[in-house]
């Protein structure tokens, strides 16, 4: 079996392996989705990391001419930012995006909501032959049962369901990585805790 494949059946992350996407993290749901506050730390610390490690950052807006643009505690100033009506994050645009690369198999997502524009992109990008990983720690939802079965549904079909600082360590890989302590900043505090992560 040919080396990538491995990596791809076990779902190996490297810098140069794989994209982040942040999704529909916007202004007018900072009320209505629970630990709105707490994801948006988590997407700001993977949207600095991606930075420090040159990891393409692709960013939705749903309708964002009625619900706002991506809050302004996430630094977007790096990324491709999309709008979208449609609830996958997998709009032509970034479509065309992930297949003109063939090295990066593997996307990362958080965002909101858990149970539609995630679920949704989560399956796209799974038809399209990739690793997707979900970060538990920086997805959420309105109904957090909502919330709970669309991991499941997502963990049936083939995502990996993880946390922000597993990714960042597995990014990493040693730690004589050249940007070891630039990463090791972001991960000197740990996710705010959330309650995201209980009955998983």
Do not use: W
């Amino acid at each position: 079996m040919a080396a990538g494949q491995i990596l791809r059946n076990i779902g190996r992350l490297t810098g140069s392996n794989c994209y982040f996407f942040v999704c529909d993290m916007q202004e007018k749901f900072i009320p209505t989705i629970k630990y709105f506050p707490e994801i948006t730390v988590v997407a700001n610390k993977m949207v600095q990391a991606a930075n420090i490690l040159d990891i393409p950052v692709i960013v939705t807006e749903q309708y964002p001419k009625g619900l706002g643009h991506t809050v302004t505690d996430i630094d977007t100033s790096k990324a491709q930012v999309f709008s979208k009506t449609k609830f996958s994050m997998v709009v032509p645009e970034v479509e065309e995006i992930i297949q003109k690369d063939e090295n990066r198999k593997s996307v990362v997502i958080f965002g909101i909501e858990t149970q539609v524009c995630v679920q949704q992109t989560c399956l796209d990008l799974l038809r399209l032959g990739m690793n997707v990983h979900i970060l538990a720690d920086g997805c959420s939802s309105r109904s957090q049962v909502d919330r709970l079965f669309a991991y499941e549904r997502m963990r049936q079909s083939g995502a990996f369901i993880t946390t922000s600082e597993s990714v960042i360590f597995e990014l990493m890989g040693d730690s004589k990585h050249p940007r070891f302590k630039d990463l090791q900043a972001l991960i000197k505090s740990s996710a705010p805790d959330s309650g995201l992560l209980t009955k998983l």
